[in-house]
């Protein structure tokens, strides 16, 4: 060990564009919410970085602080950037004010996103240089979004003492979103035009460029959230075209499998829904269907296993095989509720069988957070077929609430779902291999028969499902250790396990 060893905090800056409470549209919202906090308990010194969005709710913004303010550099112009500041439950949420690209409706989805987010990772990269107490020994940058940190923050930043030591972790939470622009934004925006090697990097065809393929390429070290989507990405079926340079970075590739917020996902004490239960009193979750089924219209019958899906209506989720097998699913006696929004496709498709199938079909075209609480619980099975999923949280919350997941083994649903084995009754759920209609069926309604017809072995599934560890401790010990072999000066100041 150096003879400069210190024991200390190490210092992690989490960048992200969303993060629960304040901004969520998917899995990384609820990652940045709960992983920084975790990360704290295993010894760091944690905070969130995230845009000031108009949606931020007025309660929040109230509480917020003027921190700092400064011009970010944006090749040619300089744009005004506020620091501000909220501590929530202990952790430090730091937001990047700027009206005109975050004083917006939505997140994302604009002709300029590019640009924001260009400028939200450039205001991150200055902050760092320019605010004391936003140092940091390691900054996580996630999705492409916050990639071309990875980029500023050695092409540009290298020489100020503050950035020098900062190593860079990417992230890649979905390679479906890229940050695919033109290349015009090399030299009007991101003023990288006129060095090589930055440009080498980012180019992905001959007159556009790539955020994430930057972050790949220059990040110190590249995880993503599951063991088996870190193998995937290294394959030209899953990869999106850059399964060459994750084969290339393959030995900086880490796979570390998310958590779940377990204080949030907790039947036991969950307000949002009609009655608590926990493994030892399963029997309580009957009255959670019956409600379910109240208000979604469905036949009020226990005897029907409810399937659940929760979720973005696009193809990844694999809704073509479940708009495959629907007719067949309804003609076996199963109930089927769909929560999602996406698609207009798929949110037509499900409209269509919700008028078709009266009480045996529901569809809520809606992000309805409390309904999704009220449907993990109410439901027997939760259906998540997905082309590819990088972790998934739904399969892991399902389990949470006892509600047996059925799923495709890809990614973070292979790694987290333990199938049903019928001769030693272990399992926390059913999963099947190929993007095939008939076998997802099969699964499900092998799944239905055993809900059926040996309750013993359910009861024991859903108890095993429930039992399952999803905290977030034990990626955080893995994201600890991670950090520190990046930082082998800083001797780790609390070793949990
Ligand atoms: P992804 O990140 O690909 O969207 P995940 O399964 O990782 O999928 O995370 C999705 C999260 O968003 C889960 O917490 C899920 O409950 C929630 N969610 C998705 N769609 C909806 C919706 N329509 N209403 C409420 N919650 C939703």
Redesign the pocket.
Known sequence: MSTNAKRRKLRVLFASSEAVPFA?????G?VAGSLPRALKHAGARAAVIMPKYASISQEYKDQMKHVADFYVPLSWRNEYCGIEKLTLQDLDFYFVDNEAYFKRDGLYGYFDDGERFAFFSKAICEAIARVPELECDVLHCNDWQTALCCVFLREFYQQIPQCASVKTVFTV??VKFQGQYSDKMLEEVLGLAHIPAARDQLYCDRDSINFMKGALCYADVLTTVSPSYAYELQMPFYGEGLDDIFRRRQGVLHGILNGIDQTIWNPSTDPMIPVNYSAKELEKKAECKRALQEELGLRQDPERPLVVS???LTD?KGLGLVRYAMDHLMERGVQVAI???GDKDHEDAFRYFDAKYGDMMCARI????A??HRM?AGGDLLLMPSEF???????M?AMRYGTLPVVRETGGLRDSVMPYNKYTGEGTGFSFANMNADEMADTLLGACEIFWTDHDAWHNLMLQAMDADFSWRRAANDYMDMYHDLHPEIIRYNKRR
Do not use: M, V, W
């Open positions: 969520k549209t998917g899995g990384l609820d939470h979905n929760i979720g973005r990844q929560l999602g929004t809606a992000f309805d957070n309904l999704s993990y999923e990088p972790c998934g949280l739904s399969q919350i």
